[in-house]
């Protein structure tokens, strides 16, 4: 059996009970208890992602950087307080440039996870920073910032020198993908700083105000409505980890049902989901067994997930899928499920990327818990989730703008 799956097979509780697993060593316990909380937990939580990060291989120059960073830190006075433990931990956790890793706790100051937390993206296009999205009804839609816009500056900081401060280590060698992080992770900024955006349009330069990125709430788990054409459009409100969200969704195919086609809008769930809401919906859709996703390295079961039809009937007729940047983790699953079993024509923008599936660890000296991808998700066709583009490409997220998407999504549905 390869080292890998030996530490996979390893009971969790095991993994996380003692260092000496880490150490590989007896006298490794005994030297731990010498240490403060903040080094018991950067050293647990180095070793956890080595062992079972599922793209560790990629980031692992940088996450070694970090780690002898995070411990020179941890030796310190001031990472020894609550507040500089924690923000040690995000900071170290900023060094894998992945928006699905996370802990379960947060401060007033800490930083804005994305998507969920985000408004806008961005981009480096022709040397320049652009604006390719931007979430309709947030701060940044209702201050005015729109899809094309240069941003100059985040705070009063030129951007690239912004994006800079969020790499502790290894500075001197960044991927595309590493500096497109940092950006948008500036971009979402810091839960006690403001957002101003300096940019550039038509030859203006201006500065604006985004406020809070949140966007109005809602207390439906759904939007439904029919359109024209006949045409049945259900919208997830960032539902897609609420169970009772299956029993709206039911409902909603029965005062839909009828319809010559429909409309599933993905483009607002940031905050993902769980299969036992995303199964039931593609259930509705199919006849039989149908696979729709696959799970890559490190995954120790049936590589290929299925779903089988269920509900009183089927829904016919066309389906279009709308996606964009704030489309996260279950609702990319439900997306690339919808393509893969052809099922769906899929409508949008990149969309939010969060790579593979996730677990949870704790960490011994603080009890929290820090939760990163441990296996990767695929297309039925191999494409990793993360990195599959919508066979449909148009703007999914366009501020105060026309609803691009929805207008070809509808005129494609209602062709038949």
Not at 74 to 81: D, L, M, S
Not at 117 to 127: A, R
């Amino acid at each position: 059996m390869t080292a890998w799956l030996l530490r996979l097979a390893a009971p969790l509780s095991a993994v996380l009970g003692a260092s000496v697993l880490f150490a590989g060593a007896a006298d490794a316990d005994r030297v731990s208890d010498d240490r403060s909380g903040a080094e018991k937990d950067v050293s647990v939580l180095c070793e956890l992602v080595r062992s079972h990060y599922a793209y560790y291989e990629a980031r692992e120059t940088v996450w070694e950087a970090a780690c002898r960073k995070g411990l020179e830190r941890a030796r310190r006075q001031t990472g020894q307080t609550p507040a500089g433990h924690l923000d040690l931990l995000e900071g170290m956790l900023d060094q894998l440039y992945d928006n699905h890793v996370s802990l379960s706790v947060n401060s007033a100051d800490s930083p804005r996870l994305v998507p969920s937390g985000s408004d806008y993206h961005v981009e480096m296009s022709n040397g320049a920073v652009v604006v390719t999205a931007v979430r309709p009804g947030s701060g940044a839609a209702r201050a005015g910032l729109a899809v094309g816009d240069r941003v100059t500056a985040l705070n009063g900081v030129p951007v690239l020198s912004a994006a800079m401060q969020r790499m502790m280590v290894k500075r001197n060698t960044i991927s595309e993908a590493r500096l497109e992080w940092a950006l948008n992770a500036q971009a979402a900024g810091y839960r006690d700083q403001p957002r101003r955006v300096t940019v550039e349009r038509d030859g203006d330069a201006f500065e604006l105000d985004l406020g809070p990125p949140a966007t109005p709430g809602t207390d439906t788990r759904l939007t439904v409505r029919r359109l024209d054409g006949d045409v049945g459009y259900i919208r997830f409100e960032d539902s897609l980890g609420q169970q009772d969200a299956v029993t709206a969704f039911n409902e909603a195919l029965e005062a839909l049902r009828g319809v010559d086609g429909w409309i599933l809008d993905l483009r607002n769930t940031p905050g993902g989901g769980n299969t036992g809401v995303a199964e039931p919906v593609l259930a509705r859709f199919i006849r039989g067994v149908k696979p729709y996703q696959r799970t890559g390295p490190r995954w120790h079961e049936d590589p290929v997930r299925r779903v089988a039809s269920r509900g009183p009937w089927r829904a016919r007729g066309r389906v279009a899928v709308l996606v964009g940047r704030w489309t996260g983790s279950m609702g990319e699953g439900m997306a690339v499920g919808f393509d893969g079993m052809r099922r769906g024509r899929v409508f949008g923008s990149e969309m939010a990327g969060l790579a593979g599936g996730i677990e949870s660890f704790d960490l011994p000296a603080s009890g929290y818990s820090v939760r990163f991808p441990t296996y990767n998700l695929m297309h039925l066709d191999g494409t990793d989730r993360h990195l599959w583009r919508p066979p449909e490409p148009v703007l999914a997220d366009n501020g105060n703008g026309e609803d691009l998407a929805l207008e070809a999504a509808l005129d494609w549905v209602a062709k038949r």
